[in-house]
């Protein structure tokens, strides 16, 4: 493990702006969030990401991977087998995807209520 800098995330130079961009990205999270249930194949991904394109995915996981959050193994059996999992550097991350998930599922009545009455009355 390299030995950590802090960065400033509110300067679009800063590398970890780019981190920060990508953990949160929209995909992105929910990966890392499913893969807090351990490895996963590309199919289970897919199936509970719920709405991913196959290139969108693909993309997310090259991303994740490039960014060192993710590993990709590839199993030598009859078909090979991929398998992705969540590293050293993304489990620091993961507990908060969660808690920011769990947030938005107990808010949503909250959100749909302020979205639909926002888009309903009319402006002054």
């Known amino acids: 493990m390299q030995e950590s800098t802090r960065g400033n995330v509110r300067d679009p130079a800063c590398p970890g702006r780019q981190l920060f961009d990508l953990v949160t ?26 709405g991913v394109s196959d290139k969108m995915l693909a993309q997310t996981l090259r991303d994740l991977e490039a960014g060192g959050l993710i590993t990709r193994t590839v199993h030598t059996s009859r078909p090979p087998t991929v398998q992705y999992a969540l590293t050293d550097l993304a489990r620091g ?10 947030w938005a599922e107990q808010h949503t009545g909250d959100y749909a209520h302020h979205r639909h009455t926002h888009t309903t009355d009319p402006k002054p």
């Open 93 to 102: 991350v993961t507990a908060a995807l969660q808690h920011l998930q769990d």
């Open 25 to 50: 990205a929209r995909w992105a999270a929910l990966v890392l969030v499913d893969l807090m249930d351990g490895p996963q194949r590309w199919s289970e991904l897919r199936r509970r990401a719920g």
